[in-house]
Every structure is written in structure tokens, then in C-alpha cells.
């Protein structure tokens, strides 16, 4: 099995740029801890996502909402503590970037402070841009995402496809043209029409990363809970899965509790 990995130098926003200029797509995947996060990185993943994400995957909540600054930090410095390679991208938790600037810088610099991560990822275009400037201006860099953003779900009622009319879809366009204009590195669109995803790539010079945005994009990000297949409860149609780890985990945790059972473990050779 190859890693698709093009020397070990560290990943950063400008190499990212550089990809998409050569047609190279960009792999990234969510991670929220120092053990997965490391081997995602030996795996030669470029970017990872410490998502807000693991709201529902870490702590099982049903929205992304609950997350706090606290615990963002919390799991962002578990993952560039076991990262190398790959640019780490840091989300910014509901609340903490919602329309006064100079409170978002501040929770913007707590999280680059006392993570060492490289970037951080905000929800949101135009009603936020005053925020998401002030922290670029500081010298941030920052990922933009639009098209379904899980932050607004109580706005929006459903995790249904985005940007599927007309005008919904021709904000999104002036949206992602604004949040490049001010300095955004690259912009996530989540499940929305794939001709729009493409059209967003085409015209804009900096990375598109889709979840479930189809393939002409610049890169795809996945929640490597879902694409490990250890939440099988989660399987929308974008979701393809590399493993079967619920499974496997299950059975070899039976294993281990028959093996107690039975007295078969610790064995001698196990024992000192």
C-alpha cells in the first residue's frame, strides 16, 4: 500500500494553494486525539480537522453546539501533539465567532496559543466577515465553510442539501468570493450540489474541500469515525467506508471478556 506523500516537509496553507494549482486533490480527514491523530499523520494524510465534530462522535451529543472553547483546546493540542506532517486546521465552536470581533479574535488566539495548531475553520460568510477579517488580519490563517453548517441547524431545522436554488446558491457563490477577497486560505462547502461545488473550484484560486459536495473540488474531508465505519449509525449517501471497525472492535472485545471468563488471560507467559 503507497502513501501519497511528496516528502515529509510540514504541510502548510501555502502548499495546500500550491496543490490545487498543480491539480493535485488534497486528503483530509477529522481526528480529535494524540493516538488517531498520529497515525492519520504516519498515514500521510496532508491536512486534519480538529472538528467540533466530536461533539457527536467523542462525547455523543446530537449537535454540534455543545462545544466549548475549553474542550475545542482540549483536543486540539491532543492532535498536534501527534502530529508531524499534516497542517493542523482547528474549528472555531459555536458562539465564539457570531458578530463581535474583537471577543472572536481573542477566543482565535486562545485556541493558536495553547494548541500550536495552524489554522482555524469558521462557519459562516458574509453576516460574519467583520470577525473572520479581524482574525486574518492578526495574522491567522483561516478556512471558511459554507453551504450546510452543522452550527446554524437550530436555523435551519434539517441537515437536508444545501444551495439547491437559485438563491441560495448564488449567496454561497458571493459568500465563498468574499471570504477569498478577505484572505481565507481555502473554504470547506458540505453537502451541497456538486455542479455548484465545481463551479466554486473553477472560479475561486484558493482550495475547495467538500463533504459530500461531489468530486470536482480541490480536496474531500470525512469524519474518520464514519469512514472507519466505527458509527454505523451515521450513513448518508457521500459517506464511502474504508473499514468495518465496529465490527471488529465488538469482536475483539468479546474475545477479551471470554478469555477473562475462562481464566484464559493472563496466561504464564503473560504473567511475571
Known amino acids: ?10 504541510v502548510t496553507t501555502h502548499r495546500l494553494q500550491e496543490m490545487k494549482q498543480r491539480g493535485e486533490k488534497i486528503s483530509m480527514l477529522t481526528s480529535y486525539d494524540f493516538s488517531m491523530a498520529s497515525i492519520v499523520d504516519q498515514a500521510g494524510m496532508d491536512a486534519i480537522l480538529v472538528g467540533d465534530s466530536a461533539s ?5 451529543n446530537v449537535t454540534t453546539l455543545p462545544m466549548t472553547l475549553d474542550q475545542m483546546i482540549y483536543h486540539g493540542r491532543s492532535v498536534v501533539n501527534g502530529v508531524k506532517r499534516a497542517l493542523v486546521v482547528i474549528d472555531m465552536p459555536f458562539g465564539t465567532c457570531s458578530g ?6 481573542e477566543a482565535a488566539i486562545r485556541i493558536m496559543k495553547e494548541t500550536g495548531a495552524d489554522a482555524l475553520k469558521i462557519e459562516g460568510g458574509k453576516e460574519i466577515i467583520d470577525d473572520i477579517k479581524k482574525i486574518i488580519d492578526a495574522g491567522i490563517p483561516v478556512m471558511g465553510h459554507l453551504g450546510l453548517m452543522p452550527q446554524s441547524i437550530n436555523k435551519y431545522g434539517t441537515y437536508a442539501v444545501r444551495a439547491k436554488d437559485g438563491d441560495e446558491a448564488k449567496k454561497l457563490l458571493e459568500d465563498a468570493r468574499l471570504l477569498e477577497s478577505i484572505g481565507c486560505f481555502g473554504i470547506v462547502l458540505e453537502k451541497i450540489p456538486a455542479q455548484l461545488a465545481g463551479q466554486a473550484s473553477k472560479e475561486l484560486s484558493i482550495p475547495i474541500i467538500g463533504i459530500g459536495a461531489g468530486g470536482e473540488v480541490d480536496g474531500q474531508v470525512l469524519v474518520i469515525h464514519d469512514m472507519l465505519g466505527i458509527n454505523k449509525g451515521f450513513s448518508p449517501k457521500f459517506l464511502r467506508r474504508y473499514a468495518d471497525l465496529h465490527t471488529i472492535m465488538t469482536k475483539a472485545v468479546q474475545s477479551y471478556i471470554e478469555d477473562v471468563k475462562t481464566r484464559d488471560f493472563p496466561n504464564q507467559n503473560e504473567s511475571y
Open 1 to 10: 500500500m503507497s502513501t501519497y506523500t511528496e516528502d515529509n516537509r510540514k
Open 56 to 60: 457527536n462522535v467523542m462525547a455523543g
Open 100 to 105: 463581535n470581533p474583537t471577543q472572536s479574535l
